[in-house]
């Protein structure tokens, strides 16, 4: 693959080739992701979702999903699904996505935008952090039906 500089922008449609790059990084994402087109299509014709891509000539790299709610205490967002291709990590890519994505954030004046990560994941932790991202003591709960 091109060492062009990647570029980020929001997914507005789905093709054969951004089907293939999506699936792949699904795999690398969870080992319990699965893909499903529809889903994805759906997350983009959403309103309050959006799939940040990051792609390295023209090929899809990266992604991180965002999604907005508006809440009685104000519009927040959070992130969801970042991950870079195993291949191109250690570049940058994950720091332009989260950039981008604080960017938005900020001129839609959402109140918060938060995200989760493993506290095993260190090196995740540290990129969020210089990004401005800050760790908040609380605890995760999670309901599976």
Do not use: C, W
């Not at 839609?108 to 800050?134: H, K, M």
Request: avoid cysteine; glycine fraction near 6%.
């Amino acid at each position: 693959m091109s060492e062009s500089q990647p570029t980020v922008e929001v997914l507005e449609s789905l093709n054969a080739q951004d089907t293939r790059a999506l699936s792949r990084l699904l795999a690398q994402l969870s080992a319990t992701a699965t893909f499903d087109e529809a889903r994805i299509r759906a997350v983009v014709d959403n309103e309050a979702t959006e799939i940040f891509v990051a792609r390295v000539a023209g090929v899809i790299v990266g992604m991180a999903t965002l999604v907005v709610v508006p809440l009685p205490s104000g519009r927040r967002g959070h992130v969801e699904d970042v991950v870079v291709d195993e291949s191109m990590r250690g570049r940058g890519i994950a720091r332009n996505l989260l950039e981008t994505m604080t960017t938005i954030a900020s001129k839609r004046g959402l109140r918060t935008l938060d995200l989760t990560s493993r506290p095993t994941r260190e090196s995740a932790l540290r990129l969020y952090e210089s990004v401005g991202f800050v760790r908040r003591d609380t605890a995760t709960l999670r309901f599976e039906p």
